[in-house]
């Protein structure tokens, strides 16, 4: 029995040495702001499209990631090291899958009405990270997102318009989510250790 305890102990002891080795690591990879800084700032996101109000949404989003990932701290601009900038380039709606009014499942619409039954929307958006101290960019990357949500639909006999206040709902949940999903990839390739 002895000799079996002395075996697994020496096995114990050798496998620990083997992972404490310099070149080992368990787990993922550090990661960091390029140039190792620790405190950011996340100004307000540019906005160059007419959809008024979204820049707020992918700021919160981009300060939410780092506030979870504790890589950096973020502070206020004139205390920070680095500066994350965004900018929304551009927002796309498209609208797709058209039905055209005449058949039996439109019989409240004229014929030859045409409704889009759904809506993409394709954005765009730039961030950079810019060091404080001499407005050096440090990183900068382009990100693209696409979603499609259902058109408001016409259902009730003697309605000729959809409810304006479902699409703008619909399409601000929608965008916010995207905001969501864009700033996490921002997040993750800020941070990657190359």
Known sequence: MDAIFKGLLILTVSFSVLLSGCAYRMGAASRSIPGG????????FKNRT????????????????FQRSRIARIVDNS???????????????????????????????????????????LLTVTVKVVRQA??????SGSFGGERTYAAP?????????????????????????????IMAEAHDRITENF
């Open 37 to 44: 800084y620790k405190q950011i700032s996340v100004p307000v």
């Open 50 to 65: 007419q959809e008024t109000g979204i820049e707020v949404g992918f700021t919160n989003a981009l300060i939410l990631e």
């Open 79 to 121: 205390l920070s090291e680095v500066a994350v900038i965004g900018q929304i380039d551009s927002i796309q709606y498209i609208p797709g899958a058209k039905r055209v009014a005449g058949d039996q499942s439109s019989g409240y619409l004229p014929n030859g009405t045409v409704i889009a039954t759904e809506y993409r929307i």
């Open 134 to 139: 001499d407005g050096t960019e440090l990183w």
């Open 153 to 181: 639909q016409v259902t009730l006999a003697g309605v000729n318009s959809v409810n304006p206040l479902y699409n703008l709902s619909a399409r601000r949940q929608n965008i916010d989510i995207m905001a969501n999903d």
